[in-house]
């Protein structure tokens, strides 16, 4: 079997670790692993040399997605891919069209959440000849929404590897520093890092109560930049970019995502494999990792910074952090780790190709 990822890019993000990861693996599975993506992004680095290489030209235009389309045809009937796992709807339809009279098939994987989109969006969207839904919620939304066929679409929740977030501590509030908080994403309207910046000063307001982080880049930097400068919120930092998100978990007490909507983040099983709680909007999956109560805390998906500092508060002096993270870590247990990601995975693959 000869699998080529397709992303958009290689940039920092969990999608994009999910291509890296799977195309690694997959060389020890697989008779060929390739990747075709946009040039440039760190993440190009990590893939091991027996992973094929192939850079994307854009698609920002017509005559660009025909472009992209006539080299992927070439590339899928030269190197002979019979599965093409395409991790962007926008790429998965491209792929559709290039695979038209070869054996190649196409593997569609949904990492989001979409709504309320036209009527012609949705009939365009989604037509892999099987579906990936990496939690309940996106295989709920393929069949309902997307009137796509049940017997189409696996779930396969996405995975990491312990080893990969290091030994697990007990949390540093515990051993009597400041509570830390921290959040990790792209610098993006849909992480809004804006209503975790507003949290964090809401609930040092008074006094320097707890230390938060911000991990990433993005196009919001520099206004964010300017806020704080105005504005400054004391115990704040924002950090930029890091490779080294297991170790930034296990420096903190508890991950704070404020994004506007997700699928089912990296960034979360992360934290229950470091043995971190998870204070997270109830949006997409993040309901399949987070128990409320147990593990952390959904709360309303429109709730104001004032009222997610509230429930960091209530946790700091109810001293949870201890009882989430090892309800975190056996959570983690309960998903499995990355090879059986890439197993159900590679039964997707055999499946499409029986």
């Known amino acids: 079997m000869r699998v080529l990822q397709i ?3 290689l940039e920092v993000g969990g999608v994009e670790r999910v ?5 690694s693996s997959l060389t020890r599975n697989v008779a060929r692993s390739g990747v075709l993506a946009h040039p440039g992004g760190p993440l190009w680095r990590e893939l091991p040399k027996e992973v094929l290489r192939y850079e994307a030209s854009p698609r920002t235009s017509l005559l660009g997605k025909i472009q992209y389309t006539l080299t992927l045809r070439k590339i899928i009937k030269n ?4 599965v093409l796992h395409c991790h962007q709807r926008g790429v998965a339809l491209l792929a559709v069209l290039a695979s038209v009279g070869t054996d190649a098939k196409v593997v569609e994987h949904v990492h989001n959440m979409f709504r309320g989109e036209s009527r ?15 939690g309940s919620a996106m295989a709920s939304m ?12 696996t779930t396969v929740l996405n995975a990491v590897n312990a080893s990969e977030a290091g030994p697990v501590g007990v949390p540093p509030s515990a051993t009597g520093a400041r509570p830390r908080i921290l959040g990790i ?5 849909q992480k809004d890092p804006l209503r975790f910046l507003e949290t964090i000063r809401c609930i040092n307001r008074e006094e320097h109560f707890v230390d938060a982080e911000w991990v990433g880049d993005g196009e919001l930097r520099t206004s964010l930049e300017d806020r704080l400068q105005m504005q400054p919120i004391r115990g704040f930092s924002l950090s930029g970019a890091s490779d080294q998100v297991g170790v930034k978990l296990r420096e903190s007490d508890v991950l704070l995502l404020t994004s506007r909507w997700e699928g089912l983040p990296l960034v979360l099983l992360e934290a229950l494999s470091a043995g971190r709680g998870v204070v997270a909007p109830d949006i997409g999956s993040c309901r399949d990792a987070v128990i409320s109560g147990g593990n952390g805390i959904l709360y309303p998906p429109d709730a104001t910074p004032q009222e997610i500092a509230a429930i960091l508060v209530a946790a700091v002096l109810e001293q949870s952090f201890v009882s989430w993270g090892d309800n975190s870590k056996a959570r983690s247990s309960e998903i499995g780790e990355f090879a059986r990601f890439r197993d159900e995975v590679i039964a997707v693959y055999n499946q499409v190709r029986s």
């Not at 291509?19 to 195309?23: D, E, G, Q």
């Not at 393929?142 to 679409?153: A, C, F, I, M, Q």
């Not at 994403?185 to 309207?189: S, W």
């Open 185 to 189: 994403g792209r610098l993006t309207e």
């Open 79 to 82: 190197d002979r891919w019979n």
């Open 7 to 9: 992303t958009d890019g």
């Open 142 to 153: 393929l069949v309902k929404d997307y009137g796509r066929k049940p017997s189409s679409v």
């Open 19 to 23: 291509v890296v990861n799977l195309a």
């Open 120 to 134: 012609m969006k949705r009939l365009v969207s989604f037509r892999g000849t099987r579906l990936i839904a990496c």
